[in-house]
């Protein structure tokens, strides 16, 4: 049978020529596990008017909790696929009273901040599960004009040394590279994303490099967190990290080949791309 899927982060609202659409780690992880056939349960922080019956997230199990504000990205991308972020908005810090009791036990559990909204204390109250990482919302800070900038990630080894997994991005690591020989060291399974060069996977002084699938890129935000969730749900299923690398890569190239969460395959989908006639 396959586990119970939990998320937690901001969902947000991402700025679109045509208006805001949902965005966020835990939305963009939440709807893989629900196209992949799990279970799949949500904690995050909204304001009230946020879209909470928006079809893209039907049969998702969602703990919402209200908020001032949600958090609003201004996302744009220059001619080298560099991303420029404006923070519009900043929703509601997650406390560990804040995870429902019976969520305490689920199989795999992601947690994806992206304002700095994770209290560090909350990882201790996963006893029995898998545990991923997306640390990026932990190593962002903005300044008066709201420009999103990075910063260290204080509280790293507090984190990794209760993680799993931890998946980021070269992008992640820009300003401190080195800090990535201290990640390797205190969680068990660090993947490092590189977009269409691949990934690189550390796990007890072994290195595996993995590549990308081809794909037609036409939106690049959330494939990290696409490519994180299918990682996860794979290397819980089969054990086996070349087997996760491979499965999440393509689940990735499907995500980046539409805008926003439209375009992230179901299963039978990613069984076609796996194994093509």
């Not at 990640?183 to 490092?192: D, F, M, R, T």
């Not at 037609?216 to 299918?230: H, L, R």
Request: charged fraction near 15%.
């Amino acid at each position: 049978m396959p586990s119970d899927f939990l998320a937690i982060g901001h969902f947000c609202q991402d700025v679109t020529p045509n208006g805001y659409t949902i965005g966020g780690g835990a939305a963009y992880s939440a709807v893989t596990a629900r196209n992949l056939g799990l279970d799949t349960y949500a904690v995050t922080s909204v304001a009230k008017d946020f879209n909470r019956q928006d079809p893209i997230l039907n049969q998702i199990n969602i703990t919402y909790h209200d908020s001032i504000e949600t958090t609003i990205f201004d996302n744009q991308y220059d001619q080298h696929g560099k991303r420029h972020q404006i923070i519009l908005g900043i929703g509601g810090k997650l406390q560990l009273s804040h995870i429902p009791t019976e969520l305490q036990n689920t199989g795999i559990v992601y947690l994806c901040p992206i304002a700095n909204e994770i209290d560090s204390e909350l990882i201790h109250c996963f006893k029995n599960s898998l545990i991923g990482v997306t640390p990026q919302g932990w190593m962002r800070q903005w300044n008066i004009s709201r420009q999103v900038r990075p910063k260290r990630w204080d509280m790293a080894e507090m984190i990794l040394t209760h993680t799993d997994i931890l998946v980021l991005s070269d992008e992640d690591i820009l300003a401190n590279p080195k800090d990535l020989n201290m990640y390797i060291q205190w969680a068990k399974i660090v993947v490092l994303t590189k977009g269409k060069n691949g990934a690189t996977l550390y796990e007890n002084n072994q290195i595996i490099e993995s590549p990308a699938y081809s794909a037609k890129e036409v939106d690049p935000t959330g494939a990290g967190d696409v490519f994180a969730a299918a990682f996860l749900i794979n290397y819980y299923e089969t054990g086996s990290p070349i087997s996760a690398l491979n499965f999440a890569h393509c689940v990735a190239s499907f995500a980046v080949e539409g805008k926003g969460l439209t375009n992230i395959p179901t299963q039978d989908q990613v069984n076609n791309r796996l194994n093509p006639e």
